[in-house]
């Protein structure tokens, strides 16, 4: 189904945000003013393989996809008023110093289980970024949402591309930011972290989607 769209629009902050903070962990709930176009959206758009390679469980035992459309409609001229928004969020909250800078377009995350009965101790790959990371959770479900873990000797014998799902057994889990519909988390992405999926059955009957941007300190 074709379905248009103006990016500014779509994407448009509420008006009456209440972030809650938590002094590690931004939480804004109900953040986009059109979330039901959001998720429509999104349920509407074909996605790639990503992050693969000639010993990948991807399309084997799930499926992780990015989008193939790329969204270059987004930068800080057209999009400059929801920017400015979270800008001032991160520069309040997490006390930096003058603008960050927003990394465009957003990265569509789309996952799907294609085999059921998965452990819980299985979730996706931890890993670390290099700036903060602003997530926005869009499936219809409160199903886990991020983990943020201790990270201790944390050194993994393989990637990502080699398989999404990790064995997180030995590692210490600090805090779990629960996913909920049209909800935004805000983080430094240098903690170490993943999605956590508290019931993967949700996930083998239905698809995972968030939306994340990445912000650098300018």
Avoid at 7 to 22: I, Y
Avoid at 145 to 157: C, F, H, I, V
């Amino acid at each position: 189904m074709i379905v248009p769209f103006i990016p500014e629009d779509l994407f448009e902050l509420n008006s009456n945000l209440k972030p809650r903070f938590d002094g590690e962990v931004l939480i804004i709930d109900n953040i986009f003013k059109n979330y039901q176009n959001v998720l429509d959206i999104c349920h509407n758009m074909p996605v790639e393989q990503w992050k693969t390679n000639s010993n990948s469980r991807n399309f084997k035992d799930y499926y992780d996809c990015r989008p193939i459309f790329q969204n270059h409609s987004f930068n800080e001229t057209n999009d400059v008023k929801r920017l400015d928004i979270l800008n001032s969020l991160i520069n309040h909250y997490f006390k930096e110093s003058g603008n960050s800078k927003f990394v465009i377009p957003f990265v569509f995350n789309y996952f799907k289980h294609l085999k059921n009965n998965v452990s819980k101790n299985y979730q996706c790959y931890p890993h670390c970024d290099d700036q903060y990371n602003i997530i926005f959770y869009i499936d219809p479900f409160e199903n886990g949402g991020t983990a943020l873990y201790e990270k201790g000797d944390y050194n993994p014998s393989t990637t990502e591309s080699d398989n999404v799902m990790y064995d997180i057994s030995d590692l210490k889990i600090k805090k779990i930011i629960n996913s909920k519909p049209n909800r935004c988390a805000i983080f430094n992405g240098k903690t170490l972290h993943g999605g956590y999926i508290e019931d993967h059955s949700i996930y083998y009957y239905n698809w995972r989607i968030n939306l994340v941007q990445f912000v650098k300190e300018k």
